[in-house]
């Protein structure tokens, strides 16, 4: 928990729910900040298993679980490539595109960049994010043409890939999967449609529904293409993918999260009670995937 990446506050708050769901479950658990302590104590110190609360680069990206497989100390979720390639939502689409999958299109912005004919190929409005960010961090809604150049100039404070995705209308949804399985569906509408970084963690704004209240078909055709798009791309243990339901029934996803957030206003964990799972079970059960391989 903690890190050192741009979410370590989300990190800390998701690890604390974690470490307090674990002891109150009886398991001998102990908070390890890679950014405070070297991760070779948690071998010295003979840990059996690690449960990955980490956010973003430095712990959702393959490093640690690359560390972890060195020492051979079993950890929850996605492995190192699946990680790595889950982080970079530009090699994700990739990916995603080449199986099959839907994503909305997009483009790589550079300093020489032709800004008009980017926004000639996405339209308007277009979202511009760091490639290897979560939570929304340096992520900016352009209206504007002329809006383009400065939200790269702010998402290359934090990444030297940026992405630019063109906007789908539509209802927001995240598809969190354990093990094999997807969990009930959430819808989200947040305040004005921005569902950025502060409304995701700190305001009670934004409306979540779980059932989402989508027909159950529908709902089903989108949980399988949620555990084909975790398949293609190799992850484990659970995630929770994000995508825009269009009007006409058709879905498109944007990005899949390998370690997602177990905060209080986190998804995964309102998605799982939902599934009949407390969070303690919860942690419970994503620390007995814990694996090597």
């Known amino acids: 928990m903690g890190g050192a990446s741009a979410e370590r506050e989300i990190s800390l708050m998701s690890g604390g729910a974690v470490l307090a769901a674990l002891r109150g479950a009886g398991v001998d658990a102990h908070a390890f900040d890679p950014a405070a302590t070297d991760l070779h104590i948690l071998k010295e110190q003979g840990y059996d298993r690690a449960f990955i609360a980490l956010h973003g680069r430095g712990g959702e990206d393959g490093t640690v679980q690359g560390a972890l497989e060195l020492m051979g100390i079993p950890y929850t979720g996605s492995g190192v490539m699946a990680s790595a390639i889950a982080m970079d939502k530009w090699r994700t689409k990739l990916v995603w595109l080449s199986s099959g999958l839907p994503t909305p299109r997009f ?27 979560g939570s929304s961090m340096g992520a900016t809604k ?26 789908v209308t539509g209802q927001e949804l995240t598809a969190p999967f354990l093990g094999e399985r997807a969990l009930p ?39 399988a293409a949620i555990v084909r798009s975790a398949k293609v791309l190799g992850c484990r243990g659970w995630g929770r993918a994000d995508l825009i339901l269009r009007d006409d029934g058709s879905f498109t996803l944007l990005e899949i999260n390998t370690a997602p957030g177990m905060t209080n206003h986190s998804l995964v964990p309102m998605s799982a009670r939902v599934a009949g799972l407390s969070f303690e079970a919860l942690c419970l059960e994503i620390l007995a995937g814990a694996r090597l391989g």
């Open 107 to 133: 483009a790589i912005l550079e300093a020489d960049t032709d800004w008009d004919a980017v926004v000639a190929e996405l339209g308007l409005p277009i979202f511009v994010k760091p490639v290897h960010e």
């Open 142 to 167: 352009v209206t504007e043409a002329g809006q383009l150049k400065a939200a790269w100039e702010l998402a290359a404070k934090y990444d030297s890939l940026v992405l630019a995705e063109e906007f």
């Open 185 to 223: 569906l959430v819808r989200i509408v947040a305040p004005g449609g921005n569902y950025d970084y502060q409304n995701k963690y700190f305001t009670d704004d934004t409306q979540y529904f779980c059932p989402s209240g989508l027909p159950a078909a529908l709902e089903q055709d989108i949980q």
